[in-house]
């Protein structure tokens, strides 16, 4: 009998789709934690550090520092198409409108004959104020809490003759007037524009000029810097921001993790479960630099957990083989280097969340309902080794209706047929076979595709549903859709190490990695993994050619990260 195609089978709606849910279980337990995870010495050296850390407060809860270099800005026109360059000139005209164009000053009159290389912008949270009361149903009212946050801006003097004569010629100020105060010898000139906004100007040191939106942040920021309490000196900043190596970065950015998360979980009608809040408390920062290449962008970044934090990160760097048993044509790729692992962080945080793409119970139900196997004992328990989600795209022949455009292929380590979890590999697909055989009368067919024996299921219809077989006697395969066995195991087929898409967009230098992602975002992936109604009014992502992640694990409290967006047209 001719095999059909699965969607053939599936039209006909006589047997659940067992295809779905197979795939489910790949796809869901390696892409659904990558989304979850997309979302978790030497001494260091101070030109590596965003300009103004040591008078920004300890407590800062964001940072970005932009480089003044105009040969830069014309890289990132050039780069970004037109979409994505009206959105961040319209986000940097209103920084811009609210220093400087409000309060009578130009940016390149004014500021850029004198400034620095860089200048950051920092947000310091505020104190808490009480909003409208909200009622409830016993006619009780509890007051609403809003954080506020105040903003400051950074600009290092590099001419300071310039930047004195801004500070004594109030006639450039076209709205209010200054009025001046002394604070721990230090004058601050604060002024009231006419819509009520206060602004308030110091020079520290005769090297920073330090615009606020409160006279309270300018004096909290004195006070960082004589008592040296600044974000320079919070324990692991600059060790961990050091690490970044980049020459000439576009832009520098810092996150302070728990701040964020105490500032989420007092916002009215916080969506954030209770777990994940408790998980951003145990993270201290993360923090990263964006560098403009000739194709695209890339961000590098570091994130480093809090010192008091019991959680500590497991250093497995094992992510370093899938991408040469995968074609060179392939999709998309995730891997890593624990699958059980991988798991474990993920049910930890998305375990009764409403939030997680995948949730963890449902996820075991359907597993034991349909398939009678523990996600854990029967499956989890053996995949501690190196793992990869995949899409390959198919070739069919002219006789072959195109139905499936793409195979699903998932891969994980499991060690030589000698090892035990081998063993309990084996043991797991003699059950699965049972189960497909007995339960949905599949057929189960060994078969040999160019030399390499694998094992088919076909459906009661002729259907070929998956395929699984074994690589290097190791690396165990299933393939879900499209038939696209005869891409793996062919050794003569160029594998997807030797892309040039996929070399220019992982990163080299964090070898050995523990986890990599690559998508080619052709049209494809764009509905396969993004949702089309969405996707057709995100403007930026229509304009990437391809992602590339790249993450390492420093020591267990301290990770890195590459992400390279390539654009279109920029070959």
Do not use: C
């Amino acid at each position: 009998m001719a095999l059909r195609t699965v969607s053939g089978w599936i039209n006909k709606k006589k047997q659940p789709s067992l295809v779905l849910t197979l795939s489910a279980t790949a796809l869901l337990i390696g892409a659904g934690s990558a989304a979850y995870w997309f979302f978790t010495h030497t001494q260091p050296s101070a030109r590596n550090l965003p300009v103004g850390v040591n008078i920004i407060p300890q407590d800062a809860l964001f940072t970005i520092s932009l480089t003044t270099d105009t040969q830069e800005w014309s890289k990132l026109k050039q780069l970004a198409k037109t979409a994505t360059k009206s959105e961040v000139e319209k986000n940097l005209l209103q920084l811009k409108n609210r220093f400087l164009k409000n309060n009578g000053y130009d940016f390149d009159q004014d500021i850029k004959p004198w400034v620095g290389d860089e200048v950051t912008i920092a947000v310091l949270p505020g104190n808490v104020f009480n909003a409208e009361s909200k009622p409830l149903e016993n006619n009780q009212t509890v007051p609403q809490t809003i954080p506020q946050q105040s903003m400051m801006m950074v600009l290092p003097i590099k001419k300071s003759e310039f930047a004195d004569k801004l500070l004594t010629q109030p006639q450039l100020l076209k709205q209010g007037k200054w009025v001046e105060s002394n604070y721990q010898g230090i004058t601050i000139k604060q002024t009231e524009t006419k819509t009520g906004e206060k602004l308030a100007a110091a020079v520290i040191n005769q090297q920073f000029l330090v615009i606020t939106d409160d006279i309270k942040t300018t004096e909290k920021t004195i006070d960082s810097y004589q008592n040296q309490t600044s974000l320079s000196q919070l324990t692991s900043f600059a060790e961990n921001v050091s690490k970044i190596n980049a020459d000439k970065p576009f832009a520098q950015f810092y996150i302070n993790i728990p701040t964020a998360a105490k500032i989420a979980a007092q916002t009215p009608n916080n969506a954030l479960p209770a777990q994940v809040l408790t998980q951003l408390k145990s993270n201290q920062g993360l923090a990263g630099k964006l560098i403009l290449e000739p194709k695209g962008m890339r961000l590098k970044g570091v994130s480093w957990l809090n010192p008091n934090s019991q959680r500590l990160l497991a250093v497995e760097n094992k992510a370093v083989n899938m991408q040469n048993l995968l074609p060179s044509e392939t999709l998309m790729m995730f891997s890593g280097s624990n699958l059980s692992r991988f798991w474990y962080d993920y049910n930890s945080t998305a375990k009764g969340n409403n939030l997680a793409p995948v949730k963890p119970e449902e996820l075991r139900k359907n597993v034991k309902s349909l398939l009678n196997l523990d996600l854990e004992k029967d499956l989890l328990n053996w995949m501690s080794g190196e793992f990869s989600v995949a899409i390959i795209p198919n070739s069919p022949k002219d006789a072959t209706p195109d139905n499936f455009r793409a195979g699903l292929v998932f891969m994980v380590k499991t060690g030589n047929s000698e090892s035990e979890k081998r063993k309990s590999a084996e043991n797991t697909l003699a059950k699965l076979n049972d189960v497909v055989k007995n339960q949905y009368q599949f057929q189960v067919q060994p078969a040999n595709i160019n030399g390499q024996d694998v094992v088919n299921w076909i459906s009661p219809f002729g259907t070929l549903t998956a395929t699984y077989g074994w690589l290097n006697d190791d690396v165990l395969f299933f393939v879900f859709g499209a038939p696209v066995t005869d891409k793996i195991v062919l050794s003569s087929q160029s594998k997807l190490a030797s892309n040039l898409s996929f070399k220019e967009s992982i990163n080299q230098e964090l070898k050995p990695a523990n986890s990599l992602l690559f998508m080619d975002m052709r049209q494809e992936v764009k509905n396969l993994i993004f949702n089309p109604g969405l996707f057709g009014k995100n403007t930026f992502l229509s304009e990437v050619k391809t992602i590339g992640l790249t993450t390492k694990v420093n020591n267990n409290r301290s990770q890195e990260y590459d992400i390279m967006l390539e654009f279109q047209g920029n070959e």
